[in-house]
């Protein structure tokens, strides 16, 4: 066992890890370049074949998160609303407190069964991301630039879009719009109190725009708000890097379902309604804070093999070709090549280093802190 652990952190594993990760991401995203004549003929194929190849992506990242670092999913619900998870569209909105909350988020829809098919309202800036930000254009993911002025048309078409989508979905949205910080929180809650509403602790202040115009582009689609609350056990700031080392997390979600029918309609009840809803997002966390727990029954869904069959199908696959060509290069005598090849290795590592830091706070963007600069100038 013991073993076990110290192999985890060892660099050879995380650098094939990472290679399985970056090969076979790029390998999925070239097939899914390549069901782009089938989109015009059957839309609806073409549609649900790339859900199939974005789950072998993802997966990958649960299979991480759920079998490599053994983290724990506990989920507060209550049952009712438990069945019906997976079965229905529902809008999820989320606390964004946590580098891998998209992880966990992922592990949740693993465990619904609606991991290829979810979707999120995210920054145009992971689209360049590669691997994942490729292969979010081809699920119809939302993108913004968080400028509603530049957004508002694209984010009311790409909305519409689904409304024929072919499968069950979970639509995330962060409505804080960017991670927590103390500063971007102290700055939020200014701009609060000058809009006279009561400050959260836990939260920053919610963006009401993406809310409204998503709920009034999928009402008739989707038929529940999901409110879910993430916290990890013991106060931890869990890191991609943890996950990476093996690190073991215990996270807990706690979700309330809301029919879609109880919205308001009407644009400013609707942020108002939101607003109101984070006040009782900051409430259960004061609640988790206190007791260690968020209220209502716990259930646990279990994690499914799937994940990790496609992550050591993909491992199996790509280890031992990149083995046979490592050791004939080493082996051609040439310096010049196995330079090249040690030079190559480094880049590709430098590379996936920077994906990962695309998941870290503290690289994180000046959004919540520049726009209200400029605003009080
Ligand atoms: C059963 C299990 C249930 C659940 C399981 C959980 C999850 C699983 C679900 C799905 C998984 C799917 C995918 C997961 C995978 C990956 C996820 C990855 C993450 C990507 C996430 C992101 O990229 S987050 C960043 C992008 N997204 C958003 O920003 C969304 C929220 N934002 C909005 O909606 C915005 O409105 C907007 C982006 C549409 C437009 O923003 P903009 O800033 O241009 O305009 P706004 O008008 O909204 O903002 C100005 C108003 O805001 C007030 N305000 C508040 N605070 C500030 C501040 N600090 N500075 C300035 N202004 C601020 C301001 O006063 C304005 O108010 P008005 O009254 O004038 O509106
Ligand atoms: C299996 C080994 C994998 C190794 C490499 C994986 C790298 C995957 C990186 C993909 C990044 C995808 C999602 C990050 C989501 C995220 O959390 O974005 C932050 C935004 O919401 C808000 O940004 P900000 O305003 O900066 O707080």
Redesign the pocket.
Known sequence: MGLLKVLKTQLLCHLIICYVFLVSGIIINLLQLCTLPLWPINKQLARKINCRLGYSI?SQLVALLEWWSGTECT?Y?DPE??RL??KEN?I?V?N?NFEI??????T??ER?G?LGS??????K??SFVPV?GWMWYFLE?VF?????????NT?VQSLRNLQDYPEFF??????????FTEK?HK??M???E??GLPKLKYH????????C??VQNLRGKVTAV?D?T?NFRNNEMPTLLGVLNGKKYHAD?Y?RRIPLDSIPEDESEC?AWLHKLYQEKDEFQEHYRQTGRFPGPITNPPRRLWALVNWLFWVCVLVYPICVLLLQLLLSGSTFTIVCTFVFCLAVSAGVRWMIGQTEIDKGSN???K??QM?NN
Do not use: Q
Request: aromatic content about 14%; hydrophobic content about 45%.
């Open positions: 993802a989920l619900t609303s438990f998870y997976g529902a999820v989320l964004h909350d998209f992880m966990t988020g992922w949740f829809c619904f609606v979810s979707k999120v309202l995210a920054k800036e992971l994942i993911i913004c630039k968080r400028k509603w002025e530049e957004d508002r984010v979970w639509f995330l949205l962060h409505c804080e719009g960017t991670r971007k700055i939020s200014e701009v609060a000058k809009k920053l202040l919610p963006r009401t725009k993406g809310f115009v998503t999901y879910s993430l979600l979700v942020a959004y919540g802190v726009d209200v605003n």
